[in-house]
């Protein structure tokens, strides 16, 4: 019984060694970075529509027949390739560009599905895989771009990049980690030429930085050996100064003895001084006591009676002024109202006058334009009567030339006769050859010039005539037929001689 119990209890344990052995070698668990892929049956994957014809397990154990079912493991660790890639820019200039690119496989099971299929057994040429694709996106890209894009924004040049490698390495079943161009070489030395102005400036720049650094520490270092030497000379002061009182002191003791004698007599001096100032202060209190008071009491009596005679004298001028005040004030007032009074009635006077002489200029006014009316009506009737006797004038004139002058010389005879007479007006002494006759014929001839100045004007008229084509006028002949005397002109013994 102990012996079968044994045999039993032996092979229960063998068979619990067994299943134990058994399921180690059928479970398999995946590591964190890691993916199992079991392929031998038909599965369905999440994510994927259709079976792939294996199984993948992440994070987690599964079993797995022997013989029938094979794992195999594919990393999720990140990886990491180098980019050295020739590239030619937009401006024709060959760059060298490095970078670098880290990946791994994508942790969802499409990401892992890709990647077993194309790298599961070559993972160890995954970086020689991705290096190709971006070198071909990276040289597409950079010939799109000038070298100062790169230079100044290489951002853009690595997002142009992801984005453009994007897809491929979705396919790939791989993800970017990051993108990273570290360096871009320029053999041609396109770069350095293009940075040399810059370079000039800024070495421009420290220089100008260095001279103003330098100017500032050599005014700085002039500062303070300007204030070394203040302060040097101020030490020297203060030494000559406490040399000075050394000095002093050292004459003072030396003059010790001597000050002292002389400070004794000066005490003697002052104390003498002192007595003879006593003395005096007391003669001049005697004097006050005897002259001064008695003095001064007779000053203040006669002083007090001259104040109150004063007193007396400017209360009697007060009262005198008051009453003048007084006085002139009622005067002052009997003549404001007088000259109100006056003001008034000349007031109301001024406008009487005012409004009489208003009333004056009115009537003035009136008179002056009714007798201005009167003048030019009179004046309008004369200057009618002019114009309408010179228009029968003017028709007298033309129908009978000779009667209106006959007229005219007719009417001014007498001034005529006075104008020619007016020539012996003059004369003092005259001298007659011929006697009376001679007195007739000079009377005569004064007489007839109103005649001659008829035959002016018959002339002037023919004269007129003839201009304007009316024929001659011929000369008034006499009431007789014979000339007129007017133009017989006798001679004097003188004319004949």
């Given at each position: 019984?102990?012996m079968?119990?044994?045999?039993?209890?032996?092979?229960v344990?063998?068979?619990?060694?067994i299943?134990?052995?058994?399921?180690?070698l059928?479970?398999?668990?995946?590591?964190?970075n890691?993916a199992l892929?079991?392929?031998?049956?038909?599965?369905?994957?999440?994510?994927?529509?259709?079976g792939?014809?294996f199984?993948?397990?992440t994070?987690r154990?599964?079993f797995v027949?022997p013989?029938?079912?094979?794992?195999?493991?594919l990393?999720l660790?990140l990886?990491e390739?180098e980019?050295l890639?020739?590239c030619?820019?937009?401006q024709g200039?060959p760059l060298?560009?490095?970078?670098?690119?880290?990946?791994k496989?994508g942790?969802?099971?499409?990401?892992i599905?890709n990647?077993?299929?194309?790298?599961l057994d070559?993972q160890?040429?995954?970086?020689?895989?991705?290096?190709?694709?971006f070198a071909?996106?990276l040289?597409?890209?950079?010939?799109?771009l000038?070298?100062e894009?790169m230079?100044r924004?290489?951002?853009?040049l690595?997002?142009q990049t992801?984005?453009?490698?994007?897809?491929?390495?979705?396919?790939?079943?791989l993800i970017i980690d990051s993108l990273?161009?570290?360096?871009?070489e320029?053999p041609?030395?396109?770069?350095?030429n293009?940075?040399?102005p810059?370079?000039?400036?800024?070495?421009?720049?420290?220089?100008?930085a260095?001279?103003?650094a330098?100017?500032?520490?050599?005014?700085?270092?002039?500062?303070?050996?300007a204030?070394?030497?203040?302060?040097?000379?101020?030490?020297?002061?203060?030494q000559?100064g406490y040399?000075a009182e050394?000095?002093k002191?050292?004459?003072?003791s030396?003059?010790a003895?001597?000050?002292?004698?002389?400070?004794a007599?000066?005490?003697?001096?002052v104390?003498?001084t002192r007595?003879?100032?006593l003395e005096a202060?007391?003669r001049e209190?005697?004097?006050?006591v005897?002259?001064r008071?008695?003095?001064?009491a007779?000053a203040?009596?006669?002083r007090?009676?001259a104040?109150a005679e004063?007193d007396?004298?400017?209360s009697?001028?007060?009262a005198?002024a008051k009453?003048?005040?007084?006085?002139?004030?009622a005067?002052a007032?009997?003549?404001k109202?007088?000259?109100?009074?006056?003001?008034?009635?000349?007031?109301?006077?001024?406008?009487?006058?005012?409004?009489a002489t208003?009333a004056?200029?009115e009537?003035e006014?009136a008179?002056?334009?009714?007798?201005?009316?009167?003048e030019?009506?009179?004046?309008?009737?004369?200057?009618?009567?002019?114009?309408?006797s010179i228009?029968a004038r003017?028709?007298?004139?033309?129908?009978?030339?000779?009667?209106?002058?006959?007229q005219?010389?007719?009417e001014n005879?007498?001034e005529?006769?006075?104008?020619?007479?007016?020539a012996?007006g003059?004369?003092?002494?005259m001298?007659?050859?011929?006697?009376?006759?001679?007195?007739s014929d000079?009377?005569?001839k004064?007489?007839t010039m109103?005649?001659?100045?008829?035959g002016?004007?018959?002339?002037l008229l023919a004269?007129m005539?003839?201009?304007?084509g009316?024929?001659?006028?011929p000369?008034p002949?006499?009431p007789?037929?014979?000339t007129p005397?007017?133009?017989l002109i006798?001679?004097?013994?003188?004319d004949?001689?």
């Amino acid at each position: 019984m102990p012996m079968i119990i044994g045999v039993v209890a032996g092979l229960v344990l063998a068979a619990i060694i067994i299943v134990i052995g058994l399921f180690k070698l059928m479970w398999r668990v995946a590591e964190p970075n890691e993916a199992l892929v079991i392929s031998g049956s038909r599965h369905r994957t999440e994510g994927i529509e259709e079976g792939l014809g294996f199984r993948i397990v992440t994070g987690r154990g599964t079993f797995v027949v022997p013989g029938v079912q094979a794992v195999r493991k594919l990393s999720l660790d990140l990886n990491e390739t180098e980019l050295l890639v020739d590239c030619v820019t937009q401006q024709g200039i060959p760059l060298k560009v490095r970078g670098v690119v880290i990946f791994k496989v994508g942790d969802d099971f499409v990401s892992i599905a890709n990647a077993a299929r194309r790298f599961l057994d070559q993972q160890k040429f995954m970086g020689d895989r991705v290096h190709n694709v971006f070198a071909g996106h990276l040289r597409s890209i950079v010939g799109g771009l000038t070298v100062e894009d790169m230079i100044r924004d290489r951002e853009k040049l690595t997002g142009q990049t992801r984005a453009a490698s994007g897809s491929e390495m979705e396919k790939l079943g791989l993800i970017i980690d990051s993108l990273q161009i570290h360096e871009i070489e320029d053999p041609t030395g396109y770069i350095k030429n293009l940075a040399a102005p810059h370079a000039a400036a800024v070495h421009r720049d420290a220089r100008i930085a260095q001279a103003e650094a330098d100017r500032l520490a050599t005014e700085a270092e002039q500062k303070a050996a300007a204030r070394m030497s203040e302060a040097t000379r101020d030490s020297e002061i203060l030494q000559a100064g406490y040399q000075a009182e050394r000095d002093k002191a050292a004459a003072t003791s030396r003059q010790a003895g001597p000050l002292s004698e002389a400070a004794a007599k000066q005490e003697v001096v002052v104390q003498e001084t002192r007595v003879a100032e006593l003395e005096a202060q007391r003669r001049e209190q005697q004097l006050q006591v005897d002259v001064r008071k008695p003095a001064d009491a007779k000053a203040y009596e006669k002083r007090t009676l001259a104040e109150a005679e004063r007193d007396v004298r400017i209360s009697a001028a007060q009262a005198k002024a008051k009453e003048t005040e007084l006085a002139a004030i009622a005067e002052a007032n009997r003549v404001k109202i007088a000259a109100a009074a006056q003001a008034e009635m000349t007031k109301v006077s001024g406008l009487a006058q005012a409004a009489a002489t208003r009333a004056t200029g009115e009537a003035e006014a009136a008179a002056t334009q009714a007798r201005g009316l009167a003048e030019a009506e009179a004046a309008k009737a004369k200057g009618l009567a002019e114009a309408a006797s010179i228009q029968a004038r003017a028709e007298a004139l033309a129908t009978n030339q000779e009667a209106v002058v006959a007229q005219q010389l007719a009417e001014n005879w007498p001034e005529i006769v006075k104008a020619g007479a007016s020539a012996f007006g003059n004369v003092e002494h005259m001298v007659l050859l011929n006697g009376a006759d001679g007195m007739s014929d000079m009377f005569a001839k004064a007489l007839t010039m109103g005649g001659t100045g008829l035959g002016l004007a018959r002339q002037l008229l023919a004269s007129m005539g003839t201009e304007n084509g009316a024929g001659t006028v011929p000369p008034p002949a006499s009431p007789n037929g014979s000339t007129p005397r007017s133009h017989l002109i006798p001679l004097q013994d003188d004319d004949k001689a």
